[in-house]
């Protein structure tokens, strides 16, 4: 009698087991969701960004074309990736991160554009939106690893396995990108110690020192004459 009370209580110990197991999976789940919602809201938010700022620019640097079109046609590429898997997105956005360097760069040109108040004020708000992206995917990605962790790992891959959790995707961008991403001209809208001064400005340097003049001929020295 006794063991088959050790029988009944084994059972329902592994009920409840599997139970919390299930239910840790559907609340982890639920967090990854959250996060990569929040991830997109972000994003969205910065798209809605770079029109705007693309103005700004055109204002100053009309004739760079090229530049506003790849901005245009990363911006749109990145956008219709929204709703779909964070793989896709990431996908879409290093070639948008780096047009939109391209961009600034741009900026880098023109003192008169990086005073008006309009592009310092959208700047500002990218920069923002930007922190806040990154915050987003670092929450993102550490859920995502904590979840596929219990995915792979006994005993909560058996509960995985019966009721369908499969691992999710990293909101990453791929190597190829980030190579494209790094190389992309790194913008400094700052004070430059001994560099470009607020206004476009470069600190003056001083003329190389003029070579003295060569004796005249017959070894005159330029003293009086003996």
Same mark, same amino acid.
């Given at each position: ?22 239910? @840790?999976?559907?609340?982890? @789940?639920?967090?990854? @969701? ?57 996908? +879409?956005? &290093? ?39 990154? +915050? ?13 962790? @219990? ?42 110690? &001994? &560099?470009?001064?607020?206004?476009? +400005? ?20 330029? &003293?009086?004459?003996?």
């Amino acid at each position: 009698m006794i063991a088959v009370y050790v029988i009944i209580g084994l059972i329902v110990l592994a009920g409840i087991s599997l139970a919390l197991s299930y239910n @840790r999976f559907v609340s982890q @789940r639920q967090l990854i @969701r959250n996060a990569f919602a929040n991830i997109d809201t972000e994003l969205r938010r910065r798209y809605d960004l770079i029109p705007n700022l693309v103005e700004t620019v055109k204002a100053y640097a009309a004739h760079e074309r090229e530049v506003f079109e790849e901005v245009a046609r990363t911006r749109s590429a990145a956008a219709a990736t929204t709703g779909q898997s964070p793989a896709a997105q990431a996908q +879409a956005e &290093g070639p948008f991160v780096a047009a939109l360097s391209r961009l600034f760069a741009v900026a880098e040109n023109y003192p008169e554009l990086k005073a008006n108040q309009n592009f310092l004020a959208l700047q500002a708000e990218l920069s923002n939106t930007e922190d806040r992206i990154q +915050a987003s995917r670092r929450f993102y990605n550490a859920n995502v690893q904590d979840y596929n962790r @219990r995915v792979q790992s006994f005993p909560s891959a058996f509960v995985a396995r019966t009721f369908s959790f499969k691992q999710e995707e990293f909101f990453e961008i791929p190597s190829t990108e980030r190579a494209v991403v790094a190389e992309a001209p790194r913008v400094d809208f700052g004070f430059r110690e &001994g &560099g470009a001064q607020p206004g476009g +400005a470069r600190t003056p340097q001083p003329a190389p020192a003029t070579p003295p003049a060569p004796p005249a001929p017959g070894g005159e020295s330029g &003293g009086p004459s003996s």
